[in-house]
């Protein structure tokens, strides 16, 4: 990608047929800090990792509870993400109101892209450069759902978008189709393990991570610092590998931004962009 | 030919009572658990008492409509306030929300006679009570709906402290047990059953301290 002259307005179809815009602001998710959900039977977990602009800072939040049942994390332009939460969990308190039940989460997502997508059609909006994993449960089980900027979402059994997210993508690859059985403690250590990998030979602690659960009988929660470094020391004292060197070698090139690599991804997901599906 | 008159009202009565007394480190909340409607009865098993944070309790006689409806206005806005500062309201806090929800709707109220108890800030009993537009003050103790009237006076002359101006000199009131409080409430509704036919069937009486909430519920006449 690079600029020409149909990226300038959301309402300016290429003539290759892309809203460039659009893709821009997915690029915009691909520069934001990683962040990865999986989820089993039972329980949805999501993880991110939480790097500060520097020592004297503290880092910005990027998992937010929504309901007791659901919660999301972001990756790309933190402040839109704030506001979608705040939306999300509006909709998730009206509809509880209304129905005295909790919002399914698919409806959930589907009216979140659909918000989206109103600013990809507007002369004068800009899509919202933030994608969100939202994690929930309701009466049909457990779901991880990606939304796009561009107004699309899809169901995954594990996935990691944010910078360096392909390196997590390929743990993910290689191990989800056990997820489904996964013990919830199992589900959390996949989690730490597919964060470890896009920190690329960075140490794995507490406080560059941050983890939150959902799960039958347990209310969404973000876990505490000191429970998340007992977990990690758990699995660095064993000696304990996640993926083997050499895909994490490979990953190295991952996701570097400026190119549009069209990383085709496994089974489970598609690329962001173009935005044909 | 006289003028029509409106023979519809959009409230009813639903009649009951409630009681809160506050003491040093514990609030008492209670209330009957008959629902009316004018000389019938609807049912003898209703809760008129909510929970609408980890140390505020609400009770509320009057039409439970609009007083259902109220609840649900303030549980919604309690989660918000969750969201926005990752913690409960305070009783203090909730007391004023309840007082602001009120008044939104001065010029078509919620017929609801409320009264709050719970744990302030420092972990002492309070209470506040209310009228059905908002008005409120924290009080050491009261009681609202159909056996106010007759609740109230009793309460005054068992909890209210002596005037200073009294000769000879009459100490404060000494504090109140949990225990003696929980005693006092359930001769208040056993009093109230026995005048007031809006009142009766159980008492539904909940405690918070600082070990948290209990309920528990005392039997009454059914007549």
Not at chain 1, 243 to 249: C, F, G, I, K, R
Request: aromatic share 10%; charged share 20%.
């Amino acid at each position: 990608m690079f600029r020409n002259q149909y990226d300038t307005d959301v309402t300016t179809w290429s003539p290759a047929g892309r809203l460039f815009q659009v893709e821009y602001a997915m690029e915009a998710v691909k520069q934001g800090s990683a962040a990865i959900g999986l989820r089993s039977k039972t329980h949805v977990v999501l993880a991110c990792v939480n790097k500060s602009n520097s020592e004297l800072s503290s880092h910005q939040r990027k998992i937010f509870k929504v309901d007791d049942h659901i919660g999301v994390a972001i990756a790309g332009l933190t402040a839109d993400g704030r506001v979608l939460s705040r939306y999300m969990r509006s909709e998730c308190i009206n509809y509880g109101y209304t129905y005295e039940s909790p919002l399914p989460v698919g409806r959930l997502v589907v009216q979140l892209a659909d918000k989206a997508q109103v600013c990809t059609q507007r002369s004068w909006k800009r899509p919202y450069g933030v994608g969100l994993l939202v994690a929930g449960l309701d009466e049909s089980g457990a779901h991880l759902y990606y939304n796009c900027p561009s107004g699309n979402y899809f169901e995954y059994q594990a996935f990691a978008i944010g910078s360096r997210s392909q390196a997590a993508k390929t743990y993910l690859e290689r191990k989800f189709e056990n997820f489904t059985g996964s013990s919830r403690d199992e589900l959390i250590k996949d989690a730490l393990f597919a964060i470890r990998e896009t920190l690329q030979g960075e140490k794995l602690t507490s406080t560059v991570c941050t983890v939150a659960v959902v799960g039958v009988g347990e209310a969404f929660n973000i876990l505490d610092q000191a429970t998340v470094q007992a977990l990690i020391n758990e699995f660095e004292i064993s000696g304990e590998e996640g993926p083997t060197n050499e895909s994490v070698a490979e990953e190295a090139g991952g996701e570097s931004g400026g190119a549009a690599t069209e990383e085709g991804g496994a089974a489970t997901e598609q690329e962001t962009a173009p935005m044909d599906i | 030919m006289p003028k029509e008159q409106a023979n519809w009202s959009p409230y009813d009565n639903n009649g009951g009572t409630c009681v809160a007394i506050a003491g040093a480190d514990y609030c008492v909340i209670a209330a009957d658990t008959r629902m009316s409607t004018g000389y019938s009865i609807l049912t003898r098993d209703y809760s008129k008492i909510c929970k609408l944070a980890d140390k505020s309790v609400m009770a509320s006689s009057g039409f439970q409509a609009d007083v259902k409806a109220l609840q649900k206005v303030l549980a919604s806005r309690h989660l918000i306030y969750q969201h926005q500062h990752n913690k409960q309201m305070s009783c203090p806090a909730m007391a004023q929300l309840l007082s602001n929800t009120l008044y939104y709707k001065r010029f078509f109220p919620y017929y609801a006679f409320n009264v709050l108890g719970g744990l302030d800030s420092e972990g002492k009993g309070c209470v506040f009570t209310y009228d059905a537009v908002g008005s409120y003050e924290r009080v050491g103790y009261s009681a609202q709906g159909s056996g106010a009237t007759l609740i109230t006076p009793f309460l005054d002359n068992q909890l209210k402290s002596p005037s200073p101006l009294l000769l000879p000199a009459k100490d404060a009131v000494t504090p109140l047990s949990e225990t003696e409080a929980i005693d006092l409430v359930k001769t208040c509704f056993s009093s109230a059953t026995e005048r007031d036919i809006y009142t009766g069937d159980k008492v539904e009486i909940v405690v918070l301290n600082a070990d948290g909430i209990r309920r528990e519920y005392e039997e009454l006449r059914r007549d």
